[in-house]
């Protein structure tokens, strides 16, 4: 197995690389958090019902299931770098398209495409980013894309706060429009950015691929070098197949990943898309400030919580990481589904509590499906668990309205600790350990060995 692409030296490539990837996801927490502020306005404004409201806020969620299942599928067929910016002009165009908007159903409309875009570009960048990162830096530098994630969402209750304190509230249409700034600032950053050398070895382009790890890292490869790994069990894998990643090889990894995503997100969306409903409903002051500044608050928190998250996944691995944190998330949620009458300030406690603890799924979010998966369906993996995570994030996002004002908000934050336990057990029971082992080496499909057994173990080819 070649070790040109694991071993290199960390240089300004890697990091000017990882700054381009991070355009989807901070595009992904901007987009799904701005739609929260435009709706103080645009609620009364558009005359729009709970329901409404509820079909507005999962619209770009379930834009994404279908985005993730196909975009995925579609990079491990044609490549990494196709697509790269095309998802951007996408997000644009929908982005000034939704300035003119007059009615809910043309809302919906933009934002489920607005979805799609956003989860094409995960499968896209994320396996781009791994496929050429080294082994000491591939867990920090992929799980720092959901740091993206949040600085785009705490960016959108800051932007606005302001639109609305210049604007007023009728300023819901240039904050609906605001993301086409930023799909230009990282369609200028990702300009020149080369194709994943093992996805062009793999693809008959070998010649391309070699001569790409020697310009970006210094490095001479051959094209057997970088095909290592590629054959599992002296089968060639299909390229991009749903029907690989539910092989007997690879099915367990497949669930682990996809319900680990969703058990975190689908609470985590509902909260951060009505955050100042559920501030409300805990009794906190309402008004353009908590329902900002305040929800970004919790957003912050949520960015916070990642970097201790970041070291941990490299120090003391990933799946202790992983199992702690979903247990220690239960507690805060618990807390408010059996004191919902606690005093304002222990409820805001208790969920930016809940905020710092979702750090450690966080940063392994794209972290896992990258590493479990080889190069064939890496894509296709990251998009199928992303597509998973949105189904719940969809269904609860549309569901939290509806039961903050039918259950309350106690049975409300009990659901949500319900699902955080069955992201515990899953963990549990299929979480693997990827620390410190080569990137082809953590896809085959045989279980990683932990840390503590590796010494024990005889080194795969």
């Known amino acids: 197995m070649s070790t040109a692409i694991d071993n290199a030296p960390y240089t300004g490539f890697h990091r000017r690389l990882a700054l381009a990837c991070s355009g ?110 080294p082994v000491k830096h591939r867990g920090r530098l992929l799980g720092q894309q959901i740091i993206a994630w949040y600085a785009g969402s705490v960016l959108a209750y800051v932007v606005g706060y302001a639109c609305i304190q210049l604007g007023g509230h009728d300023s819901w249409r240039w904050l609906l429009a605001s993301p086409a700034v930023l799909c230009a600032f990282f369609m200028l950053v990702r300009r020149g950015s080369p194709e994943s050398p093992l996805w062009l070895a793999r693809n008959g382009r070998g010649a391309e691929a070699v001569e790409l790890v020697r310009e ?35 099915r367990r990894r497949t669930l682990f990943c996809g319900l680990f995503f969703l058990c975190q997100v689908a609470p985590l969306f509902a909260m951060l898309t009505f955050g100042p409903a559920i501030l409300g409903a805990f ?5 353009t400030v908590m329902d900002t500044l305040g929800t970004g608050l919790i957003s912050l928190v949520f960015l916070v919580g990642c970097f201790p998250a ?22 805060p949620l618990v807390f408010l589904g059996v004191w919902p009458a606690a005093p304002s300030l222990l409820a805001l406690t208790a969920l930016c509590a809940y905020a710092f603890l979702c750090g450690g799924p966080n940063v392994l979010d794209w972290t896992y499906p990258n590493e479990l998966f080889p190069t064939s369906v890496r894509a296709t993996a990251v998009g199928f668990a992303t597509s998973v995570s949105r189904i719940g994030a969809a269904v609860g996002t549309y569901l939290l309205p509806l039961s903050l004002t039918g259950l309350g908000i106690g049975p409300t934050m009990l659901i949500a600790a319900g699902l955080t336990a069955l992201g515990l057990l899953v963990s549990v029971l299929w979480a693997e350990e990827t620390r410190g082992v080569g990137l082809q080496q953590a896809a085959a499909d045989a279980p990683v060995p932990r840390p503590r057994d590796r010494a024990t173990q005889p080194a795969r080819a």
């Open 310 to 331: 970041l070291r941990a996944i490299d120090s003391r691995g990933r799946r202790p990481v992983i199992v702690w944190s979903f247990a220690l998330m239960i507690v």
């Open 283 to 287: 009794g906190l002051p309402g008004g």
């Open 216 to 250: 970006h890292l210094g490095a001479e490869v051959t094209v057997d070098d970088l095909l290592a790994g590629e054959r599992t069990g002296g089968e060639r894998l299909d390229t991009g197949s749903l029907r690989v990643l539910f092989s007997p090889r690879y």
């Open 24 to 133: 989807g996801p901070l595009l992904d927490g901007y987009i799904l958090s701005v739609v929260g502020v435009a709706l103080i306005g645009m609620k009364p404004e558009l005359g729009l019902s709970t329901g409404a409201v509820s079909l507005i806020g999962a619209a770009a969620l379930a834009g994404m299931f279908v985005g993730g299942a196909v975009f995925g599928v579609l990079t491990d067929k044609i490549g990494r770098e196709v697509m790269y910016t095309a998802d951007l002009l996408v997000m644009m165009a929908c982005s000034v398209a939704s300035f003119w908007v007059t009615d809910v159903w043309a809302i919906v409309a933009l934002r489920l495409l607005l979805g799609m875009a956003v989860a094409a570009d995960y499968p896209i960048a994320t396996s781009l980013l791994a496929e050429w990162l």
